[in-house]
């Protein structure tokens, strides 16, 4: 097999379930054989395979999505050999890989409760089915808790890190995001992003569509709610314990879930937070007046490489790729850039 050709994706989760013909059995084995690249590829994907069936709660991620999307990008990119492994690569990653599933039970004088924990790795996206059908868009470095099943009159998660909710609308069940700073979300059955990581000490609410009540501590330390409208972002900063409201360009906050980065007159600094988490990215800003620049532009399914061109071109920014360090097989290694 020429490694300059594509392998078939599909063929290498086939031979390690065991369901490949003996023909393309073959096929595989010998492609792991000709490089020590190719083997560690195949040993990662090796490792998401049996780890992915270990899971019984996996039903509940959507990973076809995620593989036909890899796969479409995969085939825009020729027989590029870098493009091919970078992909496959992200084959391993956006395959479950992403996400550690544990379930966990807690014994009440009743029936246990089950609850399913979701965590993304940094750099991917995963699309998660709740149990009432609404869907969950979990990006880079996200954690989600939720009920294996919803009972009484509220479906009640936990989120750290961020979410796009899309919930089904239910009047006798609220629909409650619960985060570590004590701020809660309520609705019936709206679309909204949420962003809630813990070092960030903020808690970034924007709605699409529906209505939100927002429920947080204030500076007098009682309980304020508030009721979002539409194309409104409400930041919540839990040390000074205020909000902050703004007018968001909706496509620019939600494109992460779709794949697709989207700037929009969007600050340096801001489009370098995008891209740490789109590709688990560290920034080193070498001039400051970096920072003056601002940007507009949609990328879709291309790799960081050619959104830095864009910046070089349109703002004489230049950039470096630095080497990480050797010797290591994780999949989610951060890649660095030095920026000047």
């Known amino acids: 097999m020429d490694t300059q050709k594509h392998i078939d994706e599909q063929h290498l989760l086939d031979y390690f379930s065991g369901t490949l013909a003996p023909a393309q059995k073959q096929e595989v084995e010998s492609w792991i054989q000709e490089s020590e690249e190719n083997k560690k590829m195949a040993r990662d994907i090796e ?3 049996f780890a992915t069936d270990t899971l019984n709660t996996i039903k509940s991620v959507d990973s076809t999505l995620a593989l ?30 992403p996400l550690l599933i544990s379930t966990l039970y807690f014994a009440t004088k009743q029936d246990p409760v089950e609850f399913i924990e979701i965590r993304t790795n940094p750099g991917m996206v995963a699309a998660v089915n709740l149990p009432d059908g609404s869907k969950v868009w979990l990006n880079s470095r996200s954690y989600l ?14 989120l750290e890190g961020e979410a796009y909710f899309s919930i089904q609308k239910d009047k006798s069940k609220r629909f409650i995001v619960n985060t ?20 960030s000490n903020k808690v970034i609410t924007t709605l699409v569509s529906g209505s939100v009540r927002l429920s947080f501590p204030n500076k007098d330390n009682t309980e304020e709610t508030l009721i979002m409208k539409p194309n409104e972002e409400i930041s919540y900063n839990s040390k000074t314990k205020g909000i902050s ?10 494109a992460w879930k779709d794949g697709l980065v989207i700037f929009r007159n969007t600050t340096f600094e801001e489009a370098l937070k995008i891209l740490n988490k789109r590709f688990n990215t560290e920034f080193i800003v ?31 920014i230049q950039y470096k790729f630095v080497d990480p360090e050797t010797g290591t097989d994780k999949i989610s290694e951060k890649t660095i850039v030095e920026l000047y």
Do not use: C
């Open 286 to 316: 070498k001039n400051d007046l970096l920072y003056e620049n601002s940007f507009t532009g949609t990328f879709d399914g291309q790799h960081l490489h050619l959104i830095l061109e864009h910046f070089r071109l349109s703002s004489g």
């Open 47 to 49: 490792y998401i395979y």
């Open 145 to 158: 808790k939720h009920p294996q099943k919803f009972t009484g009159d509220t479906r009640s998660v936990e």
């Open 245 to 254: 409201q703004n007018k968001p360009y909706l496509p620019t906050l939600t």
């Open 68 to 97: 036909g999307e890899v796969k479409e990008r995969i085939n825009r990119k020729g027989n590029n050999k870098h493009s091919f492994i970078f992909w496959l690569q992200r084959i391993a990653a956006i395959l479950v890989i």
């Open 180 to 199: 570590p700073f004590n701020l809660k979300a309520e609705v019936l059955g709206t679309e909204f992003n949420m962003e809630a990581y813990k070092e």
